[in-house]
């Protein structure tokens, strides 16, 4: 079934419930044919919830029964340890371009190298990005400092976001701010993320930011009051660099990150 990751990384408190063994859309469901619920097509699970549920926790693909295209096989952390349990594997990608924030897949329901049942450094997309409709979100970037709002992923900064109520295609196409000071919060500080010291903004679909800042989920900087100039990107799904995920300086930070493509992971639940 897979290598199961270890803990690393350190717990919030204002995020308790990205380990609370009730989160998740899935549950119910599956029975039938004597076999455990997820292993095989003929008995799908409805998420890695109801896996993680059914007492299993071993890291791998698992059969899961999806909206519009039935029974897919996805890859699935249900251990209580990865961050509550019950994540499946939405969408990653390497240190490139193949995502960037005017890609169709984003937008679309393709998938891109679905056979690809990993956490391996890679890019692949889902049709859990496309039709899961998910509670919880969460994202993983395995080549930044350890830390950020979950714990036991096995290394990188993480971002969790509870009560999403809809599709991941839904949700990065649709602008929705989480908060309007991330370097006071523990999405951004510590992360290796750049930033700006005037206006800032963390959340889905970034699109106001002027200098084609936009971004599919991340951070709106400036060094003015407002935005409209802004000269550091960062996060997932990026206009102005191009890339599927990163951190790129070009005036005026206050802050020096990485300053580079990066990777990043998301995960639904």
């Known amino acids: 079934m897979g290598t199961k990751f270890g803990m690393s990384g350190r717990s919030n408190p204002l995020t308790a419930g990205v380990g609370g063994m009730?989160?998740?859309?899935?549950?119910?469901?599956?029975?039938?044919?004597g076999s455990t619920v997820g292993q095989t097509s003929s008995?799908?699970?409805s998420s890695a919830v109801q896996i993680r549920d059914s007492g299993q926790s071993a890291a791998g693909q698992y059969w899961i029964s999806l909206p519009s295209v039935g029974t897919q096989q996805i890859y699935c952390e249900p251990s209580s340890s990865f961050a509550g349990g019950g994540w499946m594997l939405a969408w990653k990608c390497t240190r490139g371009s193949r995502f960037p924030f005017d890609s169709n897949y984003w937008t679309s329901t393709n998938t891109y190298r679905e056979t690809d049942m990993s956490r391996s450094d890679s890019d692949a997309k889902?049709?859990?990005?496309?039709?899961?409709?998910?509670?919880?979100?969460?994202?993983?970037?395995?080549d930044l400092n350890n830390g950020g709002q979950a714990s036991g992923y096995g290394g990188g900064w993480s971002w969790y976001q509870p009560n999403i109520n809809m599709t991941m295609r839904s949700?990065?196409?649709?602008?929705?701010?989480?908060s309007g000071n991330p370097r006071g919060q523990n999405m951004w500080q510590g992360s290796g993320f750049s930033s700006q010291g005037g206006h800032q903004w963390y959340g889905f679909y970034y699109t106001f930011g002027g200098h084609s800042t936009?971004?599919?989920?991340?951070?709106g900087w400036n060094n003015e009051g407002g935005p409209g100039s802004n000269d550091v990107i960062s996060g997932i799904g990026l206009?102005?660099?191009?890339?599927?995920?990163?951190?790129?300086?070009?005036c005026c930070q206050n802050y020096t990150g990485v300053n580079r493509t990066i990777r990043a992971e998301i995960w639904v639940r």
Not at 22 to 33: I, R, T
Not at 239 to 250: E, F, K, L, P, V
């Open 22 to 33: 009730g989160s998740g859309a899935g549950g119910g469901g599956g029975g039938g044919g």
């Open 43 to 45: 008995n799908p699970a």
């Open 126 to 142: 889902y049709h859990t990005y496309n039709y899961y409709s998910c509670s919880d979100v969460l994202a993983i970037f395995p």
């Open 171 to 178: 949700r990065l196409q649709s602008q929705y701010q989480i």
């Open 214 to 219: 936009n971004t599919r989920w991340g951070f």
């Open 239 to 250: 206009q102005r660099s191009g890339t599927s995920a990163g951190d790129h300086i070009y």
